[in-house]
Structures are given as structure tokens and as C-alpha cells.
T-cell receptor
């Protein structure tokens, strides 16, 4: 799996958009970008994933640069319940499930009231 | 969606005792489950991969005789911490592989183990 780099922590005001960056400059052509988050004392939760096109679901949007070397997870209107550690993971899609996910340090997002 | 449960959610035990943690897939069959351990302020570390009906595969540095894994059915995997010591105190999380259209993993809520 390609290595990812994320800032260790970020703050965001409640109601504002939270933009979480991730660098994955060694990503391969068949590797997807996955985002998970872990709220304190809970198991990780899947958020979104994408290959090269921008993706949006009910939780977030994922913006992947054209060269695919970096991406940004966007929480459009952050709430206090979005306070969590966010993990960016790069891996081939068909591999997901066969091998365990590998978690880096992630970004600790603190949403401020 | 796919739901994974863990029991107990929290356990406190004395040093030297054994503790069993259950991981269940509630609405799907999981041929593969994964066990992770997470120490305070650290990321999840994979301990072992559990396949139904066969022996678990342990990561380097994880003692298989201390962390016994049993995956006897398609909906249940158990992790037993034998002769627990205070340094085994941690947050234990399981995940289960789902193979319905899209192959992915869902995580349980975790079990907080405290060894006194």
C-alpha cells in the first residue's frame, strides 16, 4: 500500500467546512484512496473512497488532484460529533477485505463550538 | 449496512486471569475477521487475521499462545487474552470482511481491557 502523510491535528469551527489533506505521492494507478474516521473509544467508521474522480456521499466529499498525489476530505458543515481521528488509506480496491487495513497516525480533528 | 458487535464493551480483570472477547457479524457471514489493538494516543495495530475454520495468522511480535483466536463459525470470532498482565491493557477492535458486491471491512465498537 502506498504511504500517506497527514497533518497530526487540525481545528475547525462548528458549522464551517473541515478540509483534511492527505499526501500520497507514491500512489499506483490501481490504488484507491479510502477515508475512515475513529471517534474516541469507538471502532473506525468508513467515510468515503475514490480512484480519480471526485466523490460525494451523505457524509463527506473527496477531492483527488489530477495527478492523484494528494486528496482532501471535506466535511461541509462540521459538527461537534465530527471530532475524531481521520485516517487516509491507499490500497487496491479488490484487495480490500482480503488484507487488513493498515492505519497510519491520521489527523485528529477538533471541532470547536 | 453490515453490523459488527463486540462483547464485552469493557472488562476489568486481575493480573493472571484470562479474558475472552467476542466479535460477531450480525447480519452477514464473515469468512475473515481481523483483530487490532490500540494503545492510548496510538493508531490501530493489526494483531492477527482470523479465517473461519482454520488457524489464525499472527503479525510479527504477537504471541499466538497468549492471544488465542478461534473463528469457529461464519459469524463469530473470539480473542482470548491468556494470563493477562497490566501491559495487555488496551482497546481491542475487530473487523469483519464483507463480500457482497463490494469487498470491504466493517469494524466493531471495540473492547476496553483493563488489567489490574
Amino acid at each position: 500500500d502506498a504511504k500517506t502523510t497527514q497533518p497530526p491535528s487540525m481545528d475547525c469551527a462548528e458549522g464551517r467546512a473541515a478540509n483534511l489533506p492527505c499526501n500520497h505521492s507514491t500512489i499506483s494507478g490501481n490504488e484507491y484512496v479510502y477515508w475512515y474516521r475513529q471517534i474516541h473509544s469507538q471502532g473506525p467508521q468508513y467515510i468515503i473512497h475514490g480512484l480519480k474522480n471526485n466523490e460525494t456521499n451523505e457524509m463527506a466529499s473527496l477531492i483527488i488532484t489530477e495527478d492523484r498525489k494528494s486528496s482532501t476530505l471535506i466535511l461541509p458543515h462540521a459538527t461537534l460529533r465530527d471530532t475524531a481521528v481521520y485516517y487516509c488509506i491507499v490500497r487496491v480496491a479488490e484487495d480490500t477485505g482480503r488484507r487488513a487495513l493498515t492505519f497510519g497516525s491520521g489527523t485528529r480533528l477538533q471541532v470547536q463550538p | 449496512g453490515a453490523v459488527v458487535s463486540q462483547h464485552p464493551s469493557r472488562v476489568i480483570c486481575k493480573s493472571g486471569t484470562s479474558v475472552k472477547i467476542e466479535c460477531r457479524s450480525l447480519d452477514f457471514q464473515a469468512t475473515t475477521m481481523f483483530w487490532y489493538r490500540q494503545f492510548p494516543k496510538q493508531s490501530l495495530m493489526l494483531m492477527a487475521t482470523s479465517n473461519e475454520g482454520s488457524k489464525a495468522t499472527y503479525e510479527q511480535g504477537v504471541e499466538k499462545d497468549k492471544f488465542l483466536i478461534n473463528h469457529a463459525s461464519l459469524t463469530l470470532s473470539t480473542l482470548t487474552v491468556t494470563s493477562a498482565h497490566p501491559e495487555d491493557s488496551s482497546f481491542y477492535i475487530c473487523s469483519a470482511r464483507v463480500s457482497r458486491g463490494r469487498d470491504e471491512q466493517f469494524f466493531g465498537p471495540g473492547t476496553r481491557l483493563t488489567v489490574l
